[in-house]
């Protein structure tokens, strides 16, 4: 711990130092790293994915997806736009200010950190450093310990596209990652729970370093009596069951109108078995499905699944668990009521608790007794009762008739509300979220406040008096 101390110290001060120049860079010079970035994770793919089978058995196709295209479509797309967001924004003269030019001026934070979890280690690292550079920023990395390899991985390019000067990634456990909450940075981002959340929250608050937190929380879905079922079944199993369910924005719980329950859950339990069957139909044997990341998470998880079956909530489908390669089966609970042991924290795993309702206030009245999720879904033909979820619950963002995937548009910030996070991210969300928005005024020589400097004689008194009348 004393080398990580000192290197910390050394790296952050080295940085500070070096802010300046980097935060002079062109717009072409920071595309330039960022196409960097993108040559290096397409050139490693087949590292990339060693890293993370050998992490938690991953499949190569879901790292494709998930992890390098997520992240290299991005880089694309901010190369693409890069310029236009570095521009100055001019903005509309106001009656008061007429004589006056205005514009937001975008400027990087300076030193930043991100702090990384471990389900999808690349993307969601590498997702907010491409941004941070793309503001201009300096930055230092904390990956998760949980997936060593591919955090080694990331160490190695870093280091062998950037200067510490400027990026900066550092392995360890979790006194690396209080080490480096010591400095005064001048943003940190963070993905993860939210319980850490607010201890990154506190840390940040010594030193007045502004924040954006992407947590999690128990994301619900609805499925009423419109609803494509089969669409609905295939999308669901995929959004809680890739990457075993250890997903921030998984479908926590499925609230199912109580006439479609049945069908519904013979179409999940179809779905998942194609899906994540392989070609024996065994899941155990399936190279498409991923395991549980360590010991400690699949402990956690068995026990709660124990607790629950305990309480009287009933296994319709999977429950079956092997310690030695942590093993957990798509699960799919039925009877579960919202006092169930599933239902008081966020499963992270591939649990699936379904609950019926008769009316959708019922529907929406549950999910407003939890705190606000990360994502909700819709499944359902009606507007109206689209219209009627969406103005009667909060979340940090919704998908309809499909799940996860407003995350992956580009054009849409991404982000949580409340105990699910703030701050956006993705695109321009991002370059802004490492940016200071700087409000620059220029003043013309004719400027009308000066009538109002004091003395404050009877026609300054005037003056005033018409102005707060009618400007």
Known sequence: MATNSSRIDTVFESQMANRQVVRLSTFRERRAKLKSIETWLLDYQSDIQKAMYSDFHKPASEVDLSEIWATVTEIRHIRRHLKEWTRSKKVAPTLAMATADAWIQYEPKGVVLVIAPWNFPFNLTIGPLVCAIAAGNCVMIKPSELTP???????????????????????????????????????IFFT????????????????????????????????????????????????????????????DYVLVHESVKDKFLRQVQEIAGKQFGGSNGSVQSSKDYSRIVNQHHFHRLKSILEKTKSSGDTVFMGGETEEETQFMAPTVLTEVSGESPIMSEEIFGPILPVITFKKLLEATDFINERSKPLGLYIFSKKKKNIDFILNNTSAGGTSINDTILH?????????????SGFGRTHGEAGFKAFSNERSVLKQSRLSPMKLMYPPYTPLVKRLIKLVVKYL
């Open 149 to 187: 390899q591919s955090s080694a991985l990331m160490g190695k390019m870093v280091t062998e596209l950037f200067e510490e000067n400027e990026v900066a990634l550092f392995e360890g456990d979790a006194t690396v990652a209080k080490a480096l909450q010591e400095k005064p940075f001048h943003h």
């Open 192 to 251: 993860g729970s939210p319980k850490i959340g607010s201890i990154v929250m506190e840390k940040a608050a010594q030193h007045l370093s502004t924040v954006t937190l992407e947590l999690g929380g128990k994301s619900p879905t609805i499925v009423d009596e419109t609803a494509n079922l089969k669409d609905a079944a295939q999308k669901i199993s995929w959004g809680k069951f890739l990457n075993c369910g250890q997903i921030c924005l998984a479908p």
């Open 407 to 419: 995350y992956m548009h580009l054009n849409l910030p991404f982000g949580g509300v409340n105990a």
